[in-house]
């Protein structure tokens, strides 16, 4: 059974930093990373990384975060400084299994419960 912990939200003043963990246990993920959803907004991808080292990040984060994975503890981190009132958001861990099959790869996605981060200006 896949699961997906998240910890490290919280409230933080403007400029300030906070550093999310998401542990996942039941598989082993080619991607993992964090999305994030906003009061009235659609979700939408924050960072992501793979097992090769690859990272993606969103215009608006980048210079600010950094994802980060250890393979070993199959654990992402998402480091996120200088933080601003417009990234306050619930967020939330996701990990993407990839299965090649007879039609083509398959992606799963899984994810995590939320964790709320508010920057308060």
């Known amino acids: 059974q896949v699961q997906l912990v998240e910890s490290g939200g919280g409230l933080v003043q403007a400029g300030g930093s906070l550093r999310l963990s998401c542990a996942a246990s039941g598989a082993f993920f080619n991607a993992m990373g964090w999305y994030r959803q906003a009061p009235g907004k659609q979700r939408e991808l924050v960072a992501c990384t793979t097992t090769g080292g690859n990272t993606n990040y969103a215009d608006s984060v980048k210079g600010r975060f950094t994802v980060s994975r250890d393979n070993a503890k199959n654990t992402v981190y998402l480091q996120m400084n200088s933080l601003q009132p417009e990234d306050t958001a619930v967020y939330y861990c996701?990990?993407?299994?990839?299965?090649?099959?007879?039609?083509?790869?398959?992606?799963?996605?899984?994810w995590g419960q939320g964790t709320q981060v508010t920057v308060a200006s």
């Open positions: 996701n990990a993407k299994i990839t299965i090649a099959s007879a039609g083509g790869p398959r992606e799963y996605n899984y």
